[in-house]
Structures are given as C-alpha cells and as structure tokens.
Nanobody, 112 residues
Framework: QLQLVESGGGLVQPGGSLRLSCSAS????????IGWFRQAPGKDREAISC????????KYTDSVKGRFTISRDNDKNMVYLQMNNLKPEDTADYFC?????WGQGTQVTVSS
C-alpha cells in the first residue's frame, strides 16, 4: 500500500526558504499527477501545486507562483516543494497527495 511521508517543515523568518520533501513507499509514483496541498489553522485545505510525473509539467496556485517550485526525482520516488520568499500567510501544514493517498503533513511556520 502506498505511503507518503512529508518532511522539511519548520520555523522560518519572512523572506526565508524551505524545501519540503514527499517520499513515497509501497508503490512507484508514476503517470498520475502528484500534488502539494496546505491547510492553515481554521481554513480549508487548498491545493497549491502539482506535477505530472512523466512530462514534468507543473501548475501553481496564484498565491505561490514565482515563489514555490515543485519538482520530482523519479529514481528516488520523491517529490519536492522548494519554497522561497516565504510569507506569514504561508504558515500551514503541508501535505502531498497521490491518487487520494495523504501523508501526515509537515508544519511550516513563517514568523519573525
């Protein structure tokens, strides 16, 4: 059974950077898009980025365009989210999702 594990979250100052990782086990990430989502306190979970694992094509929600970059390493069965110029409003739990499977999330806090 597919398991996803996110890592890389933490506390960072505004303007800082983090790189989140999503590691998959139990199945190979292939063919279907994989996405990053986030859920801020008191808010609904929102989709922020996805990547086609074969073509590498990507999509971003407007609020992260130009700041976040999604990438994949098919050999390692991993997907990454490079987050630059972080803002306080990026504070949230971040999750990856593939075929309806969710990881446990990793917490990102942007604060001075």
């Amino acid at each position: 059974q597919l398991q996803l594990v996110e890592s890389g979250g933490g506390l960072v100052q505004p303007g800082g950077s983090l790189r989140l990782s999503c590691s998959a086990s139990g199945s190979t990430l292939d063919y279907y898009p994989i996405g990053w989502f986030r859920q801020a306190p008191g808010k609904d979970r929102e989709a922020i980025s996805c990547i086609n694992l074969r073509s590498g094509s990507t999509k971003y929600t407007d609020s992260v365009k130009g700041r976040f970059t999604i990438s994949r390493d098919n050999d390692k069965n991993m997907v990454y989210l490079q987050m630059n110029n972080l803002k306080p409003e990026d504070t949230a739990d971040y999750f990856c999702n593939y075929l309806g499977y969710w990881g446990q999330g990793t917490q990102v806090t942007v604060s001075s």
